[in-house]
């Protein structure tokens, strides 16, 4: 099964410590859509979370999970709902079709943690994810740390 991560589990070192051994498939976008951090965490936190917009893309990657590995990280994305979508990659102008998770009440939220958003850095990193918009999003998250 293939499973689009936008968020905290960009970072495959931080998936893997949730689910085990991952694969990547490839970077993938989620065109007509936008990440904010809009969901609330049981922490104190806010959370990424992703919704439509007709002008904007989210950059993510896919990785193959299997069917259990993506039940136990169902536990672990507590406050969010499975849903399916479809991704595409660079090398494919054909939809993929994945899951991923949306917040099931999003809203108002505090600021990210700095944890958190390295989760994000390190992912944007690992999959070589446009520059242009990882600033912008760790810049969303209130991360005015140089990035690239």
Known sequence: ??????????????????????TIHAPAHLPTHEHRFSKPGLDGTGKGNISPHPHRSVHGVLYELSPPQLDHLTTFEGGYRRVSLSVFTITSPTPIPALTFIALSPGNAPAPSPTYLDHYREGFLEHALPTDYARAVLLDGGDSRPFG
């Open 1 to 22: 099964m293939l499973y689009f991560a936008y968020g905290s589990n960009l970072s495959s070192a931080r998936l893997r410590t949730r689910v085990g051994p991952v």
